[in-house]
Nanobody, 123 residues
């Protein structure tokens, strides 16, 4: 089983910033994977926050309307790591954030999730 590890969550005041990381050090062909950032609050459905396309996609990085202009998703394929830079955080951003790798090309069908990292936005 491939390990995917999120980190960077924590407690932060409204208006401040956090950067989440999603690392998959043991995965090969990391660049071939689409990387999705999701979040979930208790009792709610998981929400797709941002999507970073992989090598086989011509799509642009896409964001949920609720985070556009505040969040930036990017990846460093040389480090097998993706990031979610979250600025101007709001209490509504409080959730557990998950990283999801979805394979394409010869790794199509592979789908990996991290364990999640808690983000709490509060005074």
């Amino acid at each position: 089983q491939v390990e995917v590890v999120e980190s960077g969550g924590g407690l932060v005041q409204p208006g401040r910033s956090l950067r989440l990381s999603c690392a998959a050090p043991a995965i090969s062909r990391f660049s071939w994977y689409d990387i999705n950032w999701h979040r979930q609050t208790p009792g709610e459905q998981r929400e797709l926050v941002a999507r970073i396309p992989g090598t086989f996609s011509r799509d642009l990085i896409d964001y949920a309307n609720s985070v556009k202009g505040r969040f930036t998703a990017f990846r460093d394929n040389t480090k097998n790591t993706a990031y979610l830079q979250m600025n101007s955080l709001e209490p509504e951003d409080t959730a557990v954030y998950f990283c999801n790798l979805v394979g394409a090309g010869s790794v199509r069908g592979r789908n990996y999730w991290g364990q999640g990292t808690q983000v709490t936005v509060s005074e």
